[in-house]
């Protein structure tokens, strides 16, 4: 090509620090567009010490994520989740190679194929009766139900029942320890990092700013949580429930030797984090946003209200079983995951050898973020981008699979989400069944456009204040 040897168009660069002064870390897919509406859909940034590229069109992300998908598949040092993961040997920040592929097929059989994640509904459909239940307290008192606390508790014991076989109320002693010990996680995880940037001296500069004596604390905490765990599990007096759990699983498998490669049990601890995390807060985020903008856009609240309780009538709540009939809950949960996708810029991947993009140089252990966000934003593709209008995806064939480029809230190629059906699922379950038992309103004294959309981006993009909304029953089916 004519560019040979040409790095990308970017800004300006620093010595030493490069671009790093741009990255405001709370917003970074909102500061990311708007250098890619300066320099283009493939920008260049040198982060530190380390090579960076942006993505944020539909063409440059299948550029990236299909023709390249190979040479792009790694994934970046991470210090914020390097000791977490046990020097990645999870599956989420694992490098690209043998070990990851054998442990992305140990949990596609274990929790992600069709199979599994069915066998695990009556988890799902036992916690979601008992949420229906506690909003049904506050709807009798009219009281406002702080939905994201209740959301992502839901999504916890959901996840946490299918991965440990049990889950950590609240209002326990060992639930208070264990939100504790997540909120610290959250904190951690959008912490500034020197070394993320600076290879060789950013530890130096993170013990002194106290962030890796945090970052040893949380694997600490996290370390024993699941070690506790796996020893509940191998204590022969154990009852063993009815469904085995993943932790069940796999130690079998570990057992039974099914694994060609080393599966010790840091790789198990590290797989569950990776489930845990992975699982509850990409689910929390999807349904919070999902009925922030329905509460903000209340006529289409009341179409998705109608198509549930017209098909469903009196039966008295929603089932698995019903989902495949609601066409427009579908596109309400895709229009939220085009306008507010969970992991806004993808999880960032590395290459792993020197290759070209539309005729530019990139060199290998570049940092590769593709904007998601922007994308779904993006008025090439998208007709009143910045609006909530489910309608758009009524007639049009465009799915979140990874073959449509404009549109991949959960990423493409050998790195997609494996955790697609089930996280649909339940996102589909919950808000399903919020829209038939319950109306919602705002509470006194607030119109729809006070309802903050400001959001906190560390990875996941997580509505930044708690969303509170007024629920009375409904009483057309109770
Ligand atoms: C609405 C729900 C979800 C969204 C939007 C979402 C989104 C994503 C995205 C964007 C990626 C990165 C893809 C890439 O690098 O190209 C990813 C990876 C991943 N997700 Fe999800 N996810 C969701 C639910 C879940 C659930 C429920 C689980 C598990 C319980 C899960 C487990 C994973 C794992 C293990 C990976 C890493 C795959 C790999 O690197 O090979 N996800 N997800």
Redesign the pocket.
């Known amino acids: 090509s004519t560019r040979n040897g040409v790095l990308p168009p970017g800004p300006p660069r620093f010595p030493i620090i490069g671009n790093l002064h741009q990255l405001s870390n709370s917003t970074l897919h909102c500061t990311l567009q708007q250098l890619s509406r300066r320099y283009g859909p493939l920008v260049y940034l040198q982060l530190g010490g380390v090579p960076a590229v942006v993505v944020s069109s539909a063409e440059m992300a299948k550029e990236i994520?299909k023709i390249l998908d190979l040479e792009s598949s790694g994934?970046p040092f991470h210090a914020n989740v390097y000791k977490v993961t046990y020097k990645k040997s999870d599956?989420?920040f694992?490098s690209y190679g043998e070990y990851?592929r054998e442990r992305?097929k140990i949990?596609i059989i274990a929790?992600?194929c069709t199979k599994s994640v069915q066998s695990f509904r009556f988890i799902r459909e036992d916690e979601i009766s008992i949420l229906l239940k506690s909003i049904s307290k506050f709807a009798s008192a009219s009281n406002p139900v702080n939905l994201s606390e209740m959301i992502f508790s839901t999504a916890n014991n959901i996840?946490c029942r299918i991965a440990f076989g049990k889950s950590f109320p609240h209002e326990s002693s060992e639930g208070s320890a264990f939100y504790e010990m997540l909120d610290e996680r959250h904190a951690l995880a959008g912490r500034f990092a020197f070394a993320n940037y600076f290879p060789s001296v950013g530890w130096m500069l993170d013990a002194l700013t106290g962030l890796n004596a945090k970052l040893e604390r949380d694997f600490q905490r996290f370390d024993s949580f699941h070690k506790q765990i796996i020893e509940d599990h191998l204590d022969p007096k154990r009852t063993k429930p009815e469904k085995e759990d993943i932790v069940d699983t796999l130690l079998r498998m570990q057992k039974d030797k099914t694994s060609t490669i080393d599966f010790t049990l840091d790789t198990i601890k590290a797989i569950l984090m990776?489930?845990l995390i992975?699982?509850a807060d990409?689910?929390t985020s999807?349904l919070v946003w999902a009925m922030t903008l329905l509460a903000k856009n209340p006529t289409v609240m009341k179409k998705a209200q109608n198509e549930v309780r017209s098909l469903i009538g009196n039966k008295g709540k929603i089932t698995e079983d019903d989902l495949h009939q609601f066409h427009y809950l579908k596109c309400v949960i895709k229009e939220t995951?085009r306008l507010q996708?969970?992991?806004p810029l993808?999880?960032p991947?590395e290459t792993m050898q020197h290759c070209t993009i539309d005729g530019y140089n990139i060199s290998s252990k570049t940092v590769v973020m593709?904007n998601?966000w922007a994308i779904g934003r993006d008025p090439q593709y998208w007709e009143n981008p910045e609006e909530f209008i489910p309608e758009r995806f009524t007639k049009s064939s465009i799915d979140f699979r990874g073959q449509h480029f404009e549109f991949i809230?959960?990423?493409?190629?050998?790195?997609?989400?494996?955790?697609?059906q089930?996280?649909?699922v339940?996102?589909e379950l919950i808000l399903a069944n919020l829209l038939y038992s319950f109306n919602w309103e705002l509470p006194e004294g607030i119109k729809e456009e006070d309802i903050d959309m400001e959001a906190l981006f560390a990875i996941i993009m997580h509505k930044k204040n708690n969303l509170h909304l007024v629920a009375t029953k409904c009483n057309d089916h109770h």
């Open positions: 994520l994934r599956m989420v694992s990851w992305r949990c929790l992600f996840i990776d489930i992975a699982g990409t689910t999807t995951l996708p969970p992991a993808l999880v991947r593709v998601a809230p959960f990423g493409s190629g050998r790195r997609i989400c494996p955790g697609m089930l996280g649909v339940i996102v």
